[in-house]
């Protein structure tokens, strides 16, 4: 396998996935049958879900929660941080996770696509909080009263557009070549699994280093690498 060339005029676009967490211990998306922490995304991850029973989403983030707690940076998530301080503005960390593990590894400006497992905010008001507390129940809002929920991404909700923004800007910029790297994603999810195909038209090189082949976008990436990314990811990086 050989690295990605990375020279002072490249701009380095990397979108990650629930695969870069895979060896830090965290259940990814679709692995085991697709099941998080004994429950079925689409019931839990949804503001359905959470109208017809706040408490089993909470149930369900408050162990992903303590999952996440006990989890650390593995290779991969360190190789991206040093990367990141090597590029600065040259290179754009944009993740579909949660677990905030890109952050604890000291990587910078992360876009964090579907929100964080750590901020609590009110289903109702504007009223968030850094959180990291697991709930039985349903926490309410100090300020209404409300029920809070976590500050998560569900399907069928909106991203946030200051993200879509940032990532779009890093794309049109004319200077230097743009390369794309997808880790550890099954490019199923929207608008994420078409980052891709964005970056091709905006003449970007595009790798995809996942477990195995397998991705429902993989025909869209010039090169791709399997294996577990806390080995791929520095090596593709140059870092080993
Ligand atoms: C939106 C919450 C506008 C956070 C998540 C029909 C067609 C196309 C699109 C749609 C459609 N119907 C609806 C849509 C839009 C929908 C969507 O894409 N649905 C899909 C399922 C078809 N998208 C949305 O709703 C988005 N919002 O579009 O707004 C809109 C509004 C209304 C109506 C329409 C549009 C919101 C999407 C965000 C949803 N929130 N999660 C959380 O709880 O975590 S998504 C969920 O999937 C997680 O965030 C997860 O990160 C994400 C993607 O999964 P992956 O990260 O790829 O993880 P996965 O397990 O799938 O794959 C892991 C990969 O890693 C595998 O390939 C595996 O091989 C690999 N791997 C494993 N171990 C390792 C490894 N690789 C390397 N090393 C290892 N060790
Ligand atoms: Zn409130």
Redesign the pocket.
């Known amino acids: 396998m050989t690295a990605i060339p990375i020279d002072p005029t490249t701009r380095l676009l990397v979108l990650t996935?629930?695969?870069?967490s895979?060896?830090s211990g965290l259940d990814?998306?679709?692995?085991n049958g697709g099941m998080?922490e004994g429950m079925r995304?689409q019931d839990v991850?949804t503001p359905e879900a959470f109208g017809l029973d706040p408490a089993k989403v909470w149930r369900f983030?408050s162990a992903?929660r303590k999952a996440a707690l006990a989890a650390a940076p593995n290779a991969?998530h360190i190789a991206l941080a040093r990367a990141g301080e090597r590029m600065g503005e040259r290179m754009l960390l944009v993740t579909?996770?949660?677990d905030g593990l890109h952050e604890r590894a000291g990587q910078r400006n992360v876009v964090r696509?579907?929100?964080s497992l750590w901020v609590t905010r009110c289903s109702r008001c504007t009223h968030s909080r850094h959180d990291i507390e697991a709930y039985e129940g349903v926490p309410l809002c100090a300020k209404c009263g409300s029920a809070e929920r976590p500050d998560?991404?569900?399907?069928?909700?909106?991203?946030d557009p200051d993200g879509d923004e940032a990532i779009w800007r890093f794309m049109h910029q004319q200077s230097g070549d743009l390369k794309f790297l997808a880790?550890?994603?099954?490019?199923?999810?929207?608008?994420?699994?078409a980052y891709v195909e964005f970056a091709k038209a905006n003449g970007a090189e595009t790798w995809l280093?996942?477990?195995?082949g397998?991705?429902a976008n993989v025909r869209s990436f010039d090169h791709v690498v399997t294996?577990?990314?806390?080995t791929?990811v520095p090596l593709l990086l140059g870092q080993a």
């Open positions: 996935g629930a695969g870069v895979a060896e990814t998306f679709r692995g998080w995304a991850a983030y992903r991969a579909q996770n949660v696509l579907h929100g998560i991404v569900w399907f069928g909700e909106m991203l880790i550890g994603t099954s490019g199923v999810v929207y608008p994420a699994a280093a996942n477990l195995e397998g991705a294996g577990p990314a806390a791929t």
